[in-house]
């Protein structure tokens, strides 16, 4: 079964950085893509930065340079490194995965992260 196992969340003040982890375990045939949303309390889900295969990565205009995405394709891992931290940034981050489990047909499913809590505060 494929699972996605999120780690690095927590309490950072104004202009601190943190570095979120993301591994997908399981069987994976492909993976696809990889990438970070966030929640803030009220608001919708958004995305935060996401790779498609080796592409170069897409961010949200909000996070452009301070956010960096990478990924490392021997570990199926993704992490999110994050720089010169805002109160607005404050929110439940999720790794997300778009990737073909092994022995499914080659179809694509979509898979998320349980989700990590960044507190930005003083």
């Known amino acids: 079964q494929v699972q996605l196992v999120e780690s690095g969340g927590g309490l950072v003040q104004p202009g601190g950085s943190l570095r979120l982890s993301c591994t997908v375990s399981?069987?994976?045939?492909?993976?696809?893509?990889m990438g970070w949303y966030r929640q803030a309390p009220g608001k919708e889900r958004e995305l935060v930065a996401t790779v498609i295969g080796r592409s170069t990565p897409t961010y949200a205009d909000s996070v452009k340079g301070r956010f960096t995405i990478s990924r490392d394709y021997a570990k199926n891992a993704v992490y999110l490194q994050m720089n010169s931290l805002k109160a607005e940034d404050m929110a439940v981050y999720y790794c997300?995965?778009?990737?073909?489990?092994?022995?499914?047909?080659?179809?694509?499913?979509?898979?998320w992260g349980q989700g990590t809590q960044v507190t930005v505060s003083s």
């Open positions: 997300n995965a778009v990737l073909i489990p092994l022995g499914s047909g080659l179809s694509e499913h979509n898979y």
């Open positions: 399981g069987m994976v045939y492909r993976l696809n893509v």
